[in-house]
């Protein structure tokens, strides 16, 4: 399992996130510094019959757009995407896929302040993410052992 950081600006949450990852004895994470940059990553990777083999840990701040963009290569439609000249076309399906496209992200992390926990997780519950993984909200990064 592999490390995706977005956090758009980097926070005191990157560090302690950083030290966890160390403890887990991951590698050192690919990091963005924005959603736009996790997208235009995320678009140049396979789609389809694939195994999933990263988690995305972001903040609350950037967890709805990220989760448009696993959307968007998920099904395909791109209309809840902001424009974005510099964003490559999707890869073609690979293998056959019969009724969940998959990607290679498994698991959203998202790392929430205590006043946007509630909010989080309804998001996450309703399903509003749209991208049809897992989903898990976090007020610390302790949580993030849960995955792991």
């Known amino acids: 399992c592999s490390l995706l950081w977005c956090e758009s600006p980097a926070l005191r949450s990157h560090q302690e996130l950083t030290a966890v990852i160390r403890d887990v004895g991951l590698p050192t994470p690919l990091q963005f510094t924005?959603?736009?940059?996790?997208?235009?990553?995320?678009?140049?990777?396979?789609?389809?019959?694939?195994?999933?083999?990263?988690?995305?840990?972001?903040?609350?701040?950037?967890?709805?757009?990220?989760?448009?963009?696993?959307?968007?290569?998920?099904?395909?439609?791109?209309?809840?995407l902001r424009a974005d000249t510099k964003r490559p076309c999707l890869q073609t399906i690979t293998g056959?896929?019969?009724?969940?496209?998959?990607?290679?992200?498994?698991?959203i992390f998202v790392l929430v302040k205590p006043e946007e926990d509630l909010r989080a997780r309804r998001w996450a519950a309703s399903g509003a993410s749209g991208a049809g993984i897992s989903v898990v909200i976090s007020q610390d990064v302790a949580g993030f052992w849960a995955i792991f």
Do not use: I, N
């Open 34 to 80: 924005s959603p736009v940059h996790f997208t235009r990553w995320l678009f140049k990777q396979p789609r389809g019959e694939v195994t999933a083999t990263y988690v995305l840990a972001v903040t609350w701040r950037d967890a709805k757009p990220c989760a448009m963009a696993l959307s968007g290569v998920r099904s395909g439609s791109l209309e809840a």
């Open 96 to 107: 056959k896929v019969q009724s969940d496209m998959g990607t290679v992200v498994k698991t």
